[in-house]
């Protein structure tokens, strides 16, 4: 789910998962330490300020001393990324039923972004994952895998979800950061672009739906998305239950092809019957 920074080193992955998954020591400058204070320097000023020298300087040791624990700032992210992978509510027992349980992953991830905005600079394909982030992707497929759908299925939910998560909360980052830069609300801003304005009557259903009201009320983009995308997971899940059903007419067992729209007869015959049935 995450990668390295455009300007920083690529990582060893075997070094990188000895030491997510290794033992750490807890005497005097250890890992943990390194990493917490990673965090927060990048929590605070961006990924851009994170280096060895400054997460150095920050806990009074020498750069050295730190090379001794991880081998480079490429080997650091990775660290630094598992680190924050825990969620405060991981402990409360989950719903029962698979939406509900995704909507609180789903809303869980755009919060781990907005408290740590450096992670959506350092995503991608690549990344050797830590404990904590299988334990969150572990959490996801066990929530999807209550759906019934087969294995394949299932990591593609869970794969295309994370996506909108990553999607949503990489606008909600850009706002904030726009709003930090430049000393004005998103609202502000748009606000004051009469001059804009001036030219849009030429579009007439923007500007129906601008007289309507349709922008007066905004629905919130996050939920509204995230509640759409799982309308469409529910789709997947009646299809796929109707493929192992059997023909509505006469109940016999139908052969799922895997093309099309899923049948509901076993025969022409059968679909005829009920033609006949509805008229």
Known sequence: MYTINKGSQVPDPERSTELLWGTRSRRGLDLDTIVRTAVGIADAEGLGAVSMRRVAEALGFTTMSLYRHVPGKAELLDLMRD?????????????????????????????????????????????????????????????????????????????????????????????????????LTHEEFWGARDSLFEHLDRYPTLSWIYQQGGYDQPLDPFEFGLQRVLDGIDALIRDEKRDESGCVVCGKPIEATGQGRPKQYCSRACQQKAYRARK
């Open 83 to 183: 680190a924050v992978m825990v969620s405060p509510d991981e402990e409360l027992e989950e719903p029962g039923d698979w939406r509900s349980g995704v909507v609180a992953w789903a809303r869980a991830g755009l919060a781990l972004y907005q408290r740590h905005p450096w992670l959506i600079e350092s995503s991608g394909p690549r990344t050797v994952p830590g404990p904590n982030i299988v334990a969150q992707f572990e959490r996801a497929l066990a929530l999807v895998a209550r759906t019934g759908l087969p294995p394949a299925q299932i990591v593609a939910v869970v794969t295309l979800v994370g996506g909108f998560v990553e999607s949503a909360a990489r606008q909600v980052v850009d706002v904030v950061a726009a709003e930090r830069d430049s000393g």
